[in-house]
């Protein structure tokens, strides 16, 4: 069973070229003013983007596009976001209150 969690997680997810759905930050904004985003850092010298290979427990394999991010980078993909970590593994960022817009 689907947890709701993981998908709207899924829902606001990037396509190749940067596309995203701009729903997700709007349906948060039922539970919270702004959202805070954790995502894997991107590493010197390390590519961007890149599809990667995921095999479940279940034995299936599935391909993903995988985008990796500064600090800043991400701060600016939600909107003007604050970083409020920029470590070697993981970058967390704080978006601005969605229900400004």
């Known amino acids: 069973m689907t947890s709701p969690a993981s998908t709207r997680a899924r829902r606001w997810s990037r396509s190749p070229g940067g596309a995203s759905s701009a729903a997700a930050p709007s349906r948060a904004t039922r539970v919270a003013p702004s ?3 954790l995502d894997a850092a991107r590493q010197p010298g390390g590519a961007a983007e890149e599809w990667q290979e995921r095999r479940l427990n279940d ?3 599935h391909r ?7 600090a800043e980078c991400l701060a600016d993909e939600v909107g003007g976001g604050r970083v409020l970590h920029a470590g070697h593994w993981f970058v ?3 978006t601005p209150s969605l229900r400004d817009r």
């Open 35 to 37: 959202l805070i985003v």
């Open 59 to 61: 034995g299936s394999r």
């Open 64 to 70: 993903v596009y995988k985008r990796f991010f500064t």
């Open 92 to 94: 967390l960022v704080a």
